[in-house]
């Protein structure tokens, strides 16, 4: 089993690019989260998922769009990139028993 | 809203020491509590979860946490910090039969003297 993967590691954008990260989970998890992580910010919650063709927003949504038509993926966008999502995004699948999220290694991402 | 708070940025503990690093949670639900390490520049590693039962939970690498709802607290504890537990640590709350949102605290970095 991969677990829980992101594509791509790395990427730098220009101001007003637009771009999407893929997270893929091969556990049948229910539950999908998207995070971005920025320094002294901690985690802070994008959007999230309870199951294929459902997503809900978290504490940031502003500028970002989710979808997840396979239960396996969940893919965050980017429609105009701006410097201040320059940050790690991390994505998370929830084994639904007991909630445990399995984190995916990150995504850095650079907006010039 | 939920939240949950860390109230220390930084913590520096000499090597051998004794360790607690506080958590404190709002939520109108009964909650679910983590915490997780992450060394720099690495991914987030579990270090123990509490569901319910026993509100004194262990973890691995020697850690325990502790469960108290009157305090809304979630405390991380380990009795001698080594050298390689310098890292940030983040406790992250949920809530049962709720919006299922996972919420995590803005981390508190430990330091380590020799």
């Known amino acids: 089993n991969a677990g829980v993967t992101q594509t791509p590691k790395f990427r730098v954008l220009k101001t007003g690019q637009s771009m999407t990260l893929l997270c893929a989970q091969d556990m049948n998890h229910e539950y999908m989260y998207w995070y971005r992580q920025d320094p002294g910010m901690g985690l802070r919650l994008i959007h999230y998922?309870?199951?294929?063709?459902?997503?809900a927003k978290g504490e940031v949504p502003d500028g970002y769009n989710v979808s997840r038509l396979k239960k396996q993926n969940f893919l965050l966008g980017l429609e105009s990139a701006a410097p201040s999502q320059t940050s790690v995004y991390f994505c998370?699948?929830?084994?639904?028993?007991?909630?445990?999220?399995?984190f995916g290694p990150g995504t850095r991402l650079t907006v010039t | 809203a939920q939240s949950v708070t860390q109230p220390d940025i930084h913590i520096t503990v000499s090597e051998g020491a004794s360790l607690e690093l506080r958590c404190n949670y709002s939520?109108?639900?009964?909650?679910?509590l983590f915490w997780y390490v992450q060394s720099p520049g690495q991914g987030l590693q579990l270090l123990l979860k509490?569901?319910?039962?026993?509100?004194l939970v262990q973890g691995i690498k020697g850690f325990e946490a502790e469960f108290k709802r009157s305090q809304s607290s979630f405390n991380l504890r380990k009795p001698s910090v080594h050298w390689s537990d310098a890292a940030e640590y983040f406790c992250?709350?949920?809530?049962?039969?709720?919006?299922?949102?996972?919420?995590f605290g803005k981390g508190t970095r430990l330091h380590i003297l020799p």
């Open positions: 998922s309870v199951g294929e063709g459902t997503t």
């Open positions: 992250a709350v949920g809530a049962w039969n709720r919006d299922d949102k996972i919420i």
């Open positions: 939520y109108g639900a009964t909650p679910y």
């Open positions: 998370a699948s929830v084994y639904l028993a007991d909630r445990e999220q399995y």
């Open positions: 509490y569901f319910s039962g026993d509100t």
